[in-house]
């Protein structure tokens, strides 16, 4: 090796460690799967993060309103 490298001028080991990285770099990208349940698993993070602000909301709104209907005096004859 050390013969093909004097030959090439570059450094056989780094060349082949680059090509390596490269290679991973392509399986990466084509790895569909991986990569579709990566963007599911966000845009579940997601859906729960704001089905979790909604429910905060909307038991404070009950609150609220529950707290306000039992302060007014009751109307009638």
Do not use: N, W, Y
Request: aromatic share 2%; net charge positive; no cysteine.
């Amino acid at each position: 090796m050390e013969i093909l490298a004097t030959r090439l001028g570059t450094d056989v080991p780094e060349e082949l460690a680059e090509l390596g990285e490269t290679v991973a770099a392509l399986a990466a990208k084509t790895d569909v799967k991986a990569r579709l349940g990566g963007k599911a698993t966000s845009a579940a993070d997601g859906l729960r993060q704001r089905l979790t602000t909604a429910s905060r909301s909307a038991k404070t709104s009950a609150t609220q309103r529950f707290r306000t209907v039992s302060q007014k005096p009751p109307s009638g004859p």
